[in-house]
């Protein structure tokens, strides 16, 4: 349907720019950046929707979908968890902008999901996941804040925030992987292979259990920069399991 992919395309570029405008308005007023996001999330999300409708099947079928969904989730974070803190929203607020404008590099085409795509596990598999890159972006977006602010009772709270947005991450994540599994049963057979993508979901399930687990551990608890240092590192591990997986390291079951 032509007509709803021009639409879609158009939902993007209004998103983006409403981005941008909450970028702008985080840095003046803080306070007023969330609502700019949230216009420019719903425009995204009704981008998709119509994106959706035109394949008749969930629309996450090429690297423009991909990094679309990347940031919708970011924005939706961004915009549940909204602070008015500058050294916390506005890291958000540019991930969400940066990875739409990534998206809107690629072509826009519209494209039907070949077979293996055509199961319930991989509308579960890619939400779950992509949810849990938004959350462990806000964690680090928190350990920025916590840098800026770590003294009382405001470098606690940014610390709590690490420790909720790691934790229902890393849950996402797991379920994620699950439902991954059983799709990969039914896509090639096998619920793990030597792909990148899948060794890097790994690793960024050990890192994140990690995290989760430093809190709980007496010669650690302590050290309170230890979390921060690990949810920055972590969103590192995000963009190559995400990013440098697709396009760095060869070969890979995943296109994205």
């Known amino acids: 349907m032509p007509g709803l992919e021009s639409v879609a395309l158009a939902c993007c570029n209004a998103a983006l720019m ?12 803080p306070a007023w950046g969330r609502w700019p996001l949230i216009a420019g999330a719903l425009a995204q ?18 690297k423009f979908e991909s990094f679309s969904a990347a940031s919708l989730a970011v924005a939706l974070v961004a915009a549940a968890t909204w602070r008015p803190v500058r050294a916390y929203s506005i890291p958000l607020v540019a991930v969400a902008a940066a990875a739409l404008a990534a998206a809107l590099r690629f072509p ?24 849990a890159y938004g959350l462990w972006t806000a964690a680090a977006a928190a350990s920025i804040a916590w840098l800026a602010d770590r003294e009382g009772e405001a470098g606690r709270r940014w610390l709590a925030a690490i420790d909720r947005f790691a934790l229902l991450g890393f849950g996402a994540w797991s379920l994620g992987m699950i439902c991954g599994g059983v799709w990969g049963v039914l896509a090639w057979g096998a619920y793990f292979l030597w792909d990148p993508k899948v060794v890097w979901s790994v690793v960024l399930w050990f890192h994140y259990a990690s995290l989760t687990h ?42 994205f």
């Open 45 to 62: 999300a009704a981008g998709m929707v119509a994106r959706g409708v035109a394949i008749g099947y969930f629309p996450l079928t090429n």
């Open 108 to 131: 826009a085409d519209l494209a039907f999901p070949p077979p293996l795509m055509r199961t319930v596990w991989y509308p579960l598999h890619i939400p779950l996941s992509f949810g």
């Open 18 to 29: 409403l981005y941008l405008a909450a970028g702008v308005v985080a840095v003046a007023r």
């Open 214 to 255: 430093v809190r709980y551990a007496p010669s650690l608890r302590a050290r309170d920069s230890i979390r921060p240092a690990l949810a920055l590192a972590g969103f590192a591990f995000v963009f190559v399991a995400y990013v440098g997986t697709s396009f760095f390291f060869g070969r890979s079951s995943h296109a």
